[in-house]
């Protein structure tokens, strides 16, 4: 008996010990984020109350959130995102299969990357915007126009980062390779590309971002439906509360987007995480 | 020239400079060398004597500056298949995003011709030759460094190759771990009939380990003594290291590394 009164106390104090510490901790963690997002709102509510803004311009949160559910279970807001996020993911993902070959091809060839190199420090500069009038001239103001400006934005972070990526495969990885007979293509997919994955991964978080900030603006320019040219002319109707709630949306899409990739990032990259670690 | 003989591989006035500041550096100045099929041969040499460069000549990683290598009639241009080579760096040499079991089945599956049945079995016999039964599904660098340099022996012999090329392969671990390798390839040498061509710059290695020793000068590699080692076939890393016959070859090849370097005269050792 007295056996396990001794034994066991050192274990409670071990949790209550635990239990304080993480308590003390929680100034630590994220919720002390979330709990200031909670206070920037709660303050908005309060100004926006008191009209400390013009209150046409400045409505409450509390209106802007209950628009916002309204434009949800009416599916007016899911009918504007989904043209959006059809744009957004089609231009995203040739933007990615270019980037990652012209990348590859640029690290592994030296010919491609005397070819392409200038090129592509001449065209990576130009803020996208800059080009979506010449891109009106040539494509229109239909999808393809708006995908292949989005595909076109987001192919640069990818195309870069894949290219330092091959350039940065460990030559021991290589040699071996060639020991067993492995050369040419089949050295490009069985161990460039892996190896260089985390680069190209890098490269496609930068892009998610980008592809998303080229939807809203060419939509805002050219288009008739989507999330960008919902936001503009609820601006333009004064519509207030609407456009906010289209904000509010684009913010919840960026950060599910962005945990979405995450967490595939975190799954395809494991060994990654579990290799450099070992190698300190 | 062609090979003559019954070597399996043949080195032929093999000559490596590479360019440097301020002019060329030689690592090789003149190498033959013929290795028997089924000998264990230990190349050993103080660090930038060129050892590793003859190595990886012989491996066709290296181009040479003149001369030739020829593997049974065949001269030496690219890697050879049935040739495999094992790295000091471990590490760096497994491919981290593959498992232990895919690591090894890597060379069976740029076969091209074996069978998927065949390739499981195999991969399955080669990780319990070296003893990682039952971490088949691990990361290497989830195992120690003894472990991981295993993993890499197995994923070189899966293939069956006529001969294996090890560069410095224990000389990264701890000195237990590395006794324990050694008894390793020692078994796997005289199992499978393989020839081994071993680098290292441990004479007390290269003597314990091998059928013949090939020390290199200080560089520009030349080959300053070739013995061959008559030390029973069954070996212990205690009796063995006691025999006379062992400490008078270790002194042999430290006498000459030393007059090499000018700490002592190869007279007074």
Known sequence: ?280 | MPPSGRAVLRVCNLHKSYAAAGGATVALNGIDLEIEPGSFVSIIGPSGCGKSTLLQTVAGLVTPSSGDVFFGTTRVQEPPRDVVYVFQQYTRSLFPWKTVERNVAFGLENKGTISRHEIAARTREMIGLVKLTGFERHYPWQLSGGMQQRVAIARALACRPAVLLMDEPFSAVDALTRAGLQELLRSLWRELGLTVVFVTHDVDEGVYLSSRVVALTRAPGTIAIDIPIELPASRDQIATRALPAYLDYRARLLAQLFADDGLKSAEAA
């Open chain 1, 1 to 280: 008996m007295t056996d396990i009164v001794h034994s066991d106390a050192p274990a409670v104090a071990a949790s209550r010990a635990k239990r304080s510490a993480s308590s003390g901790r929680l100034w630590n963690t994220r919720v002390i984020g979330v709990a200031f997002i909670g206070l920037l709102l709660v303050m908005w509510e309060i100004a926006a109350a008191n009209a400390i803004f013009p209150p046409m311009s400045f409505p409450r949160i509390s209106a802007i959130l209950a628009t916002w559910w309204q434009l949800v279970i009416s599916g007016e807001l899911l009918a504007e995102l989904l043209p959006s996020l059809w744009r957004m993911f089609a231009g995203y993902f040739i933007g990615v299969a270019l980037g990652v070959g012209i990348g590859l091809l640029m690290g592994y060839v030296r010919f491609f990357y005397n070819l392409l190199e200038p090129i592509t420090e001449v065209l990576r500069p130009i803020p996208s915007p800059a080009y979506l009038p010449i891109m009106i001239l040539f494509l229109g103001i239909d999808d393809e126009m708006k995908i292949f400006m989005i595909a076109f934005a987001s192919m640069f972070p990818v195309l870069l980062n894949t290219y330092s990526g091959v350039r940065s495969v460990d030559p021991i990885q290589l040699q071996t390779a060639r020991t067993f007979g492995v050369s040419g293509r089949k050295l490009l997919v069985q161990i460039v590309l892996p190896a260089s994955s985390p680069f190209i991964f890098t490269g496609m978080r930068i892009s998610l971002a980008v592809a998303l900030i080229v939807m809203v603006i060419s939509e805002m320019v050219a288009a008739s439906n989507g999330i960008g040219y919902f936001i503009l002319s609820a601006q333009r109707g004064f519509k207030i509360r609407d456009m906010f709630a289209g904000v509010l949306t684009l913010a919840l899409l960026g950060y599910i987007l962005n945990r979405l990739f995450l967490l595939i990032e975190n799954r395809v990259l494991a060994w990654h995480y579990g290799y450099t670690q070992q190698r300190g």
